[in-house]
C-alpha cells in the first residue's frame, strides 16, 4: 500500500493543509461546501492527512482503497504507471463525492516536470496526457511533462476517474494565502493570476472538467 508517512510538517502548504484539516476543518469544510453548493453545514469526511493516520498521505492504488472505492472501468495501471501522484489529502463529501485535494502556499510551487524513472512509464505518462489534453480541447502552448506538469497530472487522473470511470470526483486545489515564511501571495488575486497563466499555457480556460475542479482560498492568519 503507497503510503507515505511525512510526519508533522513545520512548513509550506504541507504543514497548513495539516493544521487546516485537523485543527480548523470547518474552515476548508464552509468553503467547500459554497463551491459544491451544498449546506453551509455539510461535513465533509477527511481521510487524509489526518493526525491519527500519522499525517499519511496516500499514492496510487492505495489512493482508492482509502477512499473505499474501485475503478470500474479502467483500471489505474493501464493509465499511469506506479509511483505517481501523491495526493496532499482526501476528503469524502456527505453526498459521496470524492475529493482529491492538492495544495500550494507560493506560486513556484506551480513548477514542476515529469521523473518518470524509465522510458516505458514516461510514454504511459504522456499518451494518457495527451488522451486527457485531447478530450479538453486544449491547445497548449507548453509540453504537459514539463514545466506545469504537476496540474496537468492532476487534471488527467480527474480525466480518469470522472470520465474513463463514472466516478462523482472532484480536484480541490486549495491555495493559501499570507503564507510569508515561503514568500506566497498575499492577495487572492495574485494567486488567480498565476493560475490564470498556468491555465493560459497549458490551452486551457473554460473546458469539459472546469466544474470539477474547485480552487479554495484559505488565509493561513485565521488559523495561527
Known amino acids: 500500500m503507497a503510503r507515505l508517512v511525512p510526519k508533522t510538517a513545520t512548513k509550506g502548504s504541507q504543514k497548513w493543509l495539516q493544521v487546516l484539516v485537523n485543527t480548523h476543518p470547518e474552515v476548508v469544510d464552509r468553503a467547500l461546501a459554497v463551491a459544491l453548493g451544498a449546506k453551509p453545514d455539510a461535513h465533509i469526511q477527511w481521510l487524509s492527512p489526518l ?10 492504488q492505495a489512493v482508492f482503497e482509502r477512499l473505499g472505492m474501485t475503478l470500474p472501468n479502467h483500471p489505474l495501471a493501464s493509465f499511469w504507471p506506479a509511483r505517481g501522484p501523491v ?7 456527505q453526498r459521496g463525492e470524492l475529493l ?3 495544495a500550494k502556499s507560493h506560486i513556484p510551487e506551480l513548477l514542476s516536470s515529469a521523473g518518470a524513472s524509465s522510458a516505458a512509464s514516461l510514454d504511459r505518462i504522456r499518451a494518457s496526457l495527451e ?16 514545466p506545469l506538469y504537476q496540474y496537468a497530472n492532476r487534471l488527467a487522473h480527474l ?3 470522472r470520465i474513463l470511470n463514472d466516478l462523482p470526483a472532484f480536484l480541490v486545489m486549495v491555495y493559501f494565502v499570507n503564507d510569508h515564511e515561503q514568500g506566497g501571495p498575499t492577495t487572492q488575486e495574485e494567486w488567480q493570476g498565476a493560475i490564470l497563466l498556468q491555465k493560459t499555457l497549458l490551452g486551457l480556460r473554460r473546458h469539459k472538467l472546469s466544474r470539477y475542479i474547485l480552487n479554495i482560498f484559505i488565509d ?3 488559523l495561527i
Open 51 to 60: 493526525n491519527s493516520d500519522d499525517y499519511a498521505e496516500y499514492q496510487d
Open 87 to 93: 495526493w496532499d489529502g482526501l476528503g469524502i463529501t
Open 100 to 102: 482529491l485535494v492538492e
Open 131 to 146: 488522451e486527457t489534453r485531447t478530450y479538453l480541447g486544449a491547445h497548449s502552448y507548453v509540453e504537459w511533462t514539463t
Open 159 to 161: 480525466y480518469l476517474l
Open 220 to 222: 493561513v492568519e485565521t
